[in-house]
């Protein structure tokens, strides 16, 4: 058994603070990862966690141990990316996160042009409109539509995206026509949320005279899948906020009708995120390289 896999899975362990986590994570069974971290202890001679039947907490010298394991498999990777040049063929997996917009529409079909370029790279993709934390999931990259705060990752910015507050003419024959943010707000009008468990109160923010201003839209529809909001919005349901991009076809086809264009979303970047290391994995800056490069053209095309 390789030390540093045993090093990997201590690292994942104490990050996921769960063993089958970490397992799954890894992709071995619960008990092979038991096993590293057991021979793991038994070459420091230290017990690095406290095991209950419920938790699992780091001891004092796991705290330690983790420090210096972060800056040991660090130096690793780095030393192997500068190894394998980018001219070589690159090779192994990369784990990608995306939310199910961008996904679907762009990360997902561009996944099977990049494999025939770049045959030994596997792509693991998953979809999801929640929050995804890069390190803690043990992700390469993540892309996202917002404006990320977390500093210890880089960022590749791919696009401004504007957004458009709409609805099907159904519903606005029966409610009416929102002028501005203020009549979505003092009419109560149907908004349809995206939220997902642990998300913060619904608002929606809005350009007016005096510059970006939040609103805390009500209604009575909530999904984590933007793409099940766009449904029921076609089917008259309520008035969605979506980028453009999304709903650009809805909107040429007369399905979906732009509102409150007095006071519009503030735009949202469209970007990946990924670790920040000194020298990165070839494998993974060739994939967000060919993505920044085809999504690029890809979205001027939708709009």
């Known amino acids: 058994m390789s030390y540093f896999e045993n090093i990997r899975t201590f690292v994942r362990v104490y990050e996921l603070g769960s063993m089958s986590a970490a397992a799954r994570d890894l992709r071995i069974s619960p ?9 793991l202890e038994s070459h420091l001679d230290v017990r690095l966690f406290a095991r209950t039947t419920r938790s699992l907490q780091a001891t004092e010298q796991g705290r330690t141990f983790y420090d210096g394991a972060l800056r040991v498999l660090e130096a690793v990777d780095a030393a192997e990316a500068g190894v394998n040049d980018i001219t070589q063929t690159p090779r192994g997996t990369i784990f990608v996160a995306a939310p199910l917009g961008i996904g679907r529409r762009f990360i997902a079909p561009l996944i099977p042009q990049f494999k025939s370029q770049y045959p030994l790279v596997d792509v693991r993709l998953r979809l999801s409109d929640r929050k995804i934390d890069l390190t803690a999931e043990g992700l390469d990259v993540v892309f996202f539509l917002g404006n990320p705060s977390d500093s210890n990752l880089k960022m590749r910015k791919i696009a401004n995206c ?8 159904e519903y ?6 929102p002028e501005t943010a203020h009549d979505l707000v003092t009419e109560k009008h149907d908004c349809l949320a995206l939220r997902f468990p642990g998300a913060p109160e619904f608002q929606w923010e809005l350009v007016t005279e005096t510059g970006p201003e939040r609103f805390a839209v009500t209604g009575p529809y909530e999904s984590d899948d933007g793409d099940v909001l766009t449904a029921w919005a076609l089917d008259g349901h309520g008035v969605i ?3 453009r991009f999304e709903v650009a076809e809805h909107l040429r086809s007369g399905a979906l009708i732009p509102v409150a ?4 979303p503030v735009p949202v970047q469209l970007g990946c995120l990924f670790a920040h290391r000194r020298h990165q994995d070839p494998k993974t800056r060739l994939f967000i390289e060919f993505i920044y490069g085809k999504m690029s053209q890809a979205l001027k095309d939708t709009l």
């Open 241 to 243: 906020l979506k980028p």
């Open 172 to 177: 606005l024959e029966r409610r009416g026509i």
């Open 31 to 39: 008990a092979v990862a038991s096993s590293r971290i057991s021979q």
């Open 261 to 264: 264009m007095t006071t519009p």
């Open 162 to 169: 504007d957004r458009v507050i709409c609805a099907a003419p």
